[in-house]
C-alpha cells in the first residue's frame, strides 16, 4: 500500500550540550495511519473478503517529558492521544462506503538522548488504549435508477495494544519541529508536527576544556626579616635566628642583617636572636598559609659590668657600717653623667658590692668615728676587684708644741720642691668637663694652705690633657680645667693677682699616649713657681 509521508526540513545544528534541566513539550502532529479489521464478502468481488488494513489520516496530540540527562541521557514519559479517521469512496465498480473513527490514548516510556540539546532522539515502548467507530455501507442501484443503502459489517482485528515509537525533535527557541514513526497496534505509522517546550533553566554553552586544577597551597609559610642595631637602626651582620621548636637549624643573617626562614608550619613561632656582644632576644610572629611575612628585630648592646668589693673593718677586725663613695674618672666611657655612686657596707659582715662598667674610678670610705680613706680603683668586664678597707679611729690628738714656721716636709701630699710645687695626688674633673670631682677639694685645699703660709710665691697653674680628641678641643679643655683651679684658690683666699692660668693641651707629655696608665699621667695639673 502506498504510504504519504509529511516532508519536514530538518534544522540542524552543532550539539551545543547544556546543562541538565527539565524540559516539557506539547506537539501537534499530522501523519498516516492504519486500521486493521475484517469486512463482509461482497457479492460481486468475492476477494475483498476477509482481513484489510485501511490507510487513514492520523492526527495525534502529545505531551512529552524530556528528565534530566545532560547529554548522557534520560528515561522520560511520553503520552499521545490519536485519532484516526478513514474514509473511502467508491472503490472500483463497486458503490463501497467506509468511514472510520479511532481514538486512541497511548502512554509510553521513552529513553531521550541528549534531552538538553537543540537536536534529541527518542524511543521507547508503551501500551495504548483506543475506541473505534465504523460505518460501512454500500449502494444498490435499481432497474428504475433508484440507489438503495445496505450496511456492511466491519469487524476490527483484536490485535495487542503495545506502541513503540521512534523519533527526533529539534528544538529552536521555545518551538519544537518533531518526526516520529513506529508501530501501534502492530501496524505502522508515520507522523510529522510542530510544538513548543519550556522548562526549568535556561540553555547554557558549555565548552569542554581540560583545567588543571591547581593542588591546595601548603600549610606553611615564611619569616623574612632583618636584624638591626636598636640605638642606630644600623645592619647587623652574622646575627644568629634560632627557629625554637621547629627542628629547623639555625640562620645566620646576611652582612646586610637580612634572613629568609624555609617554610614554617602555620601559626606562632618563636625567634631566638643572638649576636656577641648584644643582650639576645625572643620574638613571636604568627606564620600564615602560603605567606611571606616581614618583620624588623632590633637588639640592644649588650651592657659591660664588672664590680669593685671587699670588707670594711677597723683595725681589730670588726665589721663597719660604712658608706662607700665611688666616682669614676674620666676614663670611664659613657660615665660623664655619673658623679658619684654610693652604697652601705652590711654593719655584720661589713662586705659591700658596686657593679660598674669598666673603667677608672676613685673609691672613698667614711665612717663618723673612723678617718676616711681613699683609694683608686680599675673595673675590668666579667670581674669583681677586691678591696678591703681597715680605717683607723678618729682621735683628737693634744694640741703640738709651737714650732718655727717652716717649709712643708716631703712626706706631705704638698710641698715644694725647687720651681714647682709638687703634689702626690691628681686632681680629678668630670670627663670632658671643666668641673672639679670632690674627690680633689683636699687636695687643692692644702695648696691653698700652703700659699697662704708662703705669701711670697707666684705661681702658673699649667692645665695638660693626653691625646684622645681633637687638639683643638684639648687646648681649650686644657685652659679651663687650669682656669677652674685658680677659681677655687681664689675662693679659699689666694689673691688672683699671685696667680696665672695657661692651659697646654695635649703639647708636653709626661708619658706614652698609646697606654692607658700613659694617657692617665698626661691629665694632669702643675703648678710652677715664677716668683718667689
Known amino acids: 500500500m502506498q504510504r504519504a509521508l509529511l516532508v519536514i526540513i530538518l534544522f540542524i545544528s552543532p550539539m551545543l550540550f547544556a546543562e541538565p534541566v527539565e524540559r516539557h513539550g506539547i506537539i501537534l502532529s499530522y501523519g498516516v495511519g492504519d486500521i486493521p479489521g475484517f469486512i463482509e464478502k461482497m457479492p460481486d468481488d468475492p476477494e475483498i473478503e476477509g482481513y484489510l488494513r485501511y490507510r487513514g489520516s492520523d492526527l495525534s496530540l502529545s505531551y512529552i517529558y524530556y528528565g534530566k540527562g545532560g547529554y548522557k541521557g534520560a528515561f522520560s514519559g511520553k503520552y499521545t492521544i490519536d485519532w484516526v479517521r478513514v474514509t473511502s469512496f467508491p472503490y472500483d465498480e463497486h458503490l463501497e462506503f467506509l468511514n472510520i473513527n479511532r481514538i486512541a490514548l497511548n502512554i509510553t516510556g521513552i529513553w531521550t538522548a541528549f534531552p538538553s540539546a537543540p537536536v534529541n532522539f527518542y524511543s521507547g515502548i508503551g501500551i495504548g488504549f483506543s475506541v473505534l467507530l465504523a460505518d460501512f455501507w454500500t449502494l444498490e442501484t435499481t432497474d428504475t435508477g433508484e440507489s438503495t443503502r445496505k450496511e456492511k459489517e466491519f469487524i476490527p482485528v483484536p490485535l495487542p495494544p503495545i506502541h513503540i515509537p521512534l523519533g527526533i525533535n529539534i528544538r ?19 507522523t510529522g508536527g510542530l510544538g513548543f517546550n519550556f522548562g526549568k533553566g535556561e540553555d547554557v554553552k558549555i565548552i569542554k576544556e581540560t583545567v588543571q586544577i591547581p ?13 638591626i642595631e636598636a640605638e642606630t637602626n644600623a645592619p647587623l651582620a652574622r646575627a644568629i635566628i634560632e627557629m625554637k621548636g621547629s627542628g629547623i637549624s639555625d640562620l645566620s643573617a ?8 624555609p617554610e614554617l608550619k602555620s601559626g606562632d613561632v618563636e625567634l631566638v636572636v643572638t649576636k ?9 610572629i604568627k606564620v600564615e598559609q602560603g605567606k ?6 632590633a637588639l640592644k648592646k649588650e651592657i659591660q659590668i664588672g664590680a669593685i668589693g671587699g670588707i670594711i673593718q677597723n683595725l681589730e677586725g670588726k ?6 663613695t665611688v666616682t669614676p674618672l674620666e676614663a670611664v666611657a659613657g660615665t660623664e653623667d655619673i658623679q658619684q655612686l654610693s652604697t652601705t657596707s652590711d654593719a655584720n659582715t661589713g662586705e659591700y658590692m658596686i657593679k660598674l662598667k669598666p673603667g677608672n674610678y676613685t673609691v672613698n670610705v667614711r665612717h663618723e668615728n673612723y678617718k676616711p680613706a681613699t683609694t683608686n680603683a680599675v673595673v675590668k668586664q666579667g670581674f669583681k676587684t677586691k678591696i678591703d678597707f681597715r680605717l683607723e679611729p678618729e682621735v683628737t690628738p693634744p694640741p703640738p708644741a709651737p714650732l718655727p714656721a717652716l717649709p712643708l716636709e716631703k712626706k706631705s701630699r704638698v710641698y715644694i720642691e725647687k720651681e714647682k710645687i709638687v703634689i702626690t695626688d691628681t686632681i680629678y674633673f668630670v670627663s670632658g668637663k671643666a668641673d672639679i670631682l670632690p674627690v680633689s677639694f683636699a687636695i687643692l685645699d692644702e695648696i691653698a694652705e700652703l700659699l697662704s703660709k708662703n705669701p711670697e710665691i707666684h705661681i702658673r697653674i699649667e692645665g695638660h690633657t693626653d691625646s684622645v680628641g681633637n687638639d683643638e678641643l684639648n687646648m681649650k679643655l686644657s685652659q679651663a680645667r687650669a682656669d677652674s683651679v685658680m677659681k677655687y684658690l681664689i675662693r679659699k683666699g689666694i689673691a688672683p693677682e699671685r696667680m696665672e692660668a695657661r692651659g697646654y693641651g695635649e703639647t708636653m707629655p709626661v708619658a706614652d699616649n698609646k697606654t692607658p696608665e700613659g694617657r692617665a699621667k698626661n691629665r694632669r695639673v702643675e703648678f710652677v713657681i715664677i716668683k718667689q
Open 254 to 261: 646576611g652582612g646586610d642583617g637580612s634572613f629568609i626562614t
Open 172 to 190: 529552536i527557541r521555545n518551538f519544537l519541529l518533531n518526526v516520529e514513526t513506529g508501530i501501534r497496534d502492530a501496524v505502522p505509522y508515520v
Open 215 to 227: 593542588p591546595p597551597p601548603p600549610d606553611t609559610g615564611r619569616i623574612k626579616g632583618k636584624v
Open 276 to 284: 656577641d656582644g648584644y643582650t639576645p632576644r625572643s620574638v613571636k
Open 292 to 297: 611571606t611575612i616581614e618583620t624588623s628585630i
Open 319 to 324: 665589721p663597719l657600717s660604712a658608706v662607700i
